[in-house]
């Protein structure tokens, strides 16, 4: 490389490296990019992206040029789209001359939900990710979303003579596909299977309603993974899953927590 004034500044990253030892994943975390997202409902939500890009390095390579996966997003339009994902990925692996390379972007995502009696309007926050891979030239897309939710406990429900323990709960589904899964259909999924779901604004008849909705619908950690994956399990568009449900105990000084992991290509 030619410096601007003559000068020759060598290039340290593309030397080679005498310890032969290849390094899985380098690049670059944690920055910040403005997105736009399509809604199921046709609109476009702008948001702002947390990204991870990460390339392999071979063992005679000395490093990456980090700066590339900087310049490979402003180099994009000034928001960067989930159907630019994978051109993104692919131009990434292409310029670092890496054999695969992947990205995860992180960044909420605002549904308006109104409330169950009163309709009242309002907006509610759900932590989504995006993960893309580059293997060998295949591409490989993963999505996750945390779904906040109310559960109730069945065991208290049965054994008290009146009233339930119930808490807030995190639901996380993450679903590998090669479909276009929206962001609102797994956010459905995993609100109607639990005791009830949360909304930003209650009156009222509002809390009336989701309290005794909850207490009529009790359920475990067990029952919530287990009801999510019935209904993956018959989705077409979708390779693999991981369900988790963690209830944040309201009567004890921990977690409750159930996971079920399943690949459902290779059966």
Request: glycine share 8%.
């Amino acid at each position: 490389m030619n410096h601007p004034y003559g000068l020759a500044i060598p290039d340290v990253q593309s030397g080679a490296d005498e310890r032969r030892i290849a390094i899985d994943r380098v690049g670059i975390k944690s920055i910040r990019h403005p997105m736009r997202i399509a809604g199921k409902g046709g609109g476009i939500q702008h948001t702002i992206g947390v990204f991870n890009m990460h390339v392999q390095l071979p063992p005679e390579r000395k490093g990456t040029h980090m700066s590339r996966f900087v310049e490979i997003l402003n180099g994009r339009d000034r928001e960067i789209s989930i159907a630019s994902f994978e051109a993104i990925l692919r131009e990434m692996v292409g310029r670092l001359e890496a054999e695969s390379g992947g990205m995860q972007i992180s960044f909420p995502y605002f549904i308006t939900k109104a409330a169950p009696v009163s309709g009242v309007p309002s907006l509610l926050d759900y932590n989504v990710s995006f993960v893309g891979e580059i293997v060998q030239g295949l591409y490989r897309f993963t999505m996750k979303v945390l779904v906040p939710v109310t559960s109730l406990c069945p065991c208290s429900r049965e054994i008290s003579i009146y009233g339930a323990h119930n808490q807030r709960s995190h639901v996380t589904v993450t679903v590998r596909t090669p479909a276009l899964v929206w962001i609102e259909d797994l956010v459905r999924i995993c609100e109607e299977n639990a005791s009830c779901e949360l909304y930003g604004i209650l009156k009222r008849a509002d809390e009336k309603y989701v309290t005794e909705k909850a207490y009529d619908n009790a359920k475990f950690v067990e029952d919530i993974v287990r009801d999510i994956a019935v209904i993956l399990n018959t989705d077409e568009r979708i390779e693999a899953y991981t369900i988790e449900a963690e209830n944040f105990e309201s009567i004890h000084n921990h977690s409750a927590y159930a996971l079920i992991e399943r690949d459902k290509i290779k059966g």
